[in-house]
Nanobody, 123 residues
């Protein structure tokens, strides 16, 4: 049974940083796509960043230059380093994974999801 467990959320001030981690168990995702999505209150879940099977990375325009996604294959984890945080980054952040290397940016493109971790950025 595949499980994704996020950690590292919390409260930050605008301009600050947070680091989210997602630990996968039940299968190895070293050659597969893993991603981060987020969902703010009363809004749809949206794509934030992803890393593909060849470790290629993809970002939503609103986080380019501020967020960095990376993975540690030995630990079967994916990390999202978030810098220069803005109040509009406040949301629940979800880790997602799929058993193939291609990287979709849609919610329906991922088979496995974590429970989410709250990120709150104060102004």
């Amino acid at each position: 049974q595949v499980q994704l467990v996020e950690s590292g959320g919390g409260l930050a001030q605008a301009g600050g940083s947070l680091r989210l981690s997602c630990a996968a168990s039940g299968r190895t995702f070293s050659s597969a796509a893993m991603a981060w999505f987020r969902q703010a209150p009363a809004k749809e879940r949206e794509f934030v960043a992803a890393i593909g099977g060849g470790d290629s990375t993809y970002y939503a325009d609103f986080v380019k230059g501020r967020f960095t996604i990376s993975r540690d294959n030995a630990k079967n984890t994916v990390t999202l380093q978030m810098n220069s945080l803005k109040p509009e980054d406040t949301a629940v952040y979800y880790c997602a994974a799929r058993p193939w290397p291609e990287v979709p940016s849609t919610v329906s493109g991922y088979d496995y999801w974590g429970q989410g971790t709250q990120v709150t950025v104060s102004s």
